[in-house]
């Protein structure tokens, strides 16, 4: 089971289900939402997926058409989405309180990375999203 919260504590949530991957993302959105060089993501299937606490303390952020991003609106800490209709999870990595037991699999978006960064690791690299089989 994987349990995840926000810096200040208010918002909380658990994990219980099959995990997909974890990607990093390059792009200049996630870069300017993280404050970093890439953003990491958990993907998982929604079914286990709940808010123990802080759920009203969860806002969102519409940062480009159909992309919506979670925060908490006490310490800004960026937090999990729900897409597909409720069915599909994305959960920023760095929220993380346990250990997933999954390592990231890919960069995407590497066309728009950060010039002052270099990937480093031999991981596949992909210049927006990887091809669907993948």
Same mark, same amino acid.
């Given at each position: 089971?994987?349990?995840?919260?926000?810096?200040?504590?208010?918002?909380?949530?658990?994990?219980?289900?099959?995990?997909?991957?974890?990607?990093?993302?390059?792009?200049?959105?996630?870069?300017?939402?993280?404050?970093?060089?890439?953003?990491?993501? %958990?993907?998982?299937?929604?079914?286990?997926?709940?808010? %123990?606490?802080?759920?009203?303390?969860?806002?969102?952020?519409?940062?480009?058409?159909?992309?919506?991003?979670?925060?908490?609106?006490?310490?800004?800490?960026?937090?999990?989405?729900?897409?597909?209709?409720?069915?599909? =999870?994305?959960?920023?990595?760095?929220?993380?309180?346990?250990?997933?037991? %999954?390592?990231?699999? =890919?960069?995407?978006?590497?066309?728009?990375?950060?010039?002052?960064?270099?990937?480093?690791?031999?991981?596949?690299?992909?210049?927006?999203?990887?091809?669907?089989?993948?």
């Amino acid at each position: 089971m994987i349990h995840g919260s926000c810096l200040c504590g208010g918002v909380a949530y658990q994990l219980d289900g099959p995990l997909q991957f974890i990607n990093h993302c390059h792009c200049s959105m996630c870069r300017k939402a993280h404050g970093a060089a890439f953003a990491s993501f %958990l993907h998982a299937d929604a079914g286990g997926f709940r808010w %123990l606490r802080g759920r009203e303390l969860v806002h969102s952020y519409a940062s480009s058409p159909g992309n919506l991003r979670c925060f908490c609106r006490v310490c800004g800490s960026n937090m999990p989405v729900l897409e597909d209709e409720d069915s599909h =999870v994305i959960i920023p990595a760095g929220t993380l309180d346990n250990d997933p037991g %999954l390592k990231p699999t =890919v960069h995407i978006f590497c066309a728009s990375k950060a010039p002052w960064f270099e990937i480093t690791d031999a991981l596949p690299r992909f210049d927006e999203f990887p091809p669907d089989d993948f």
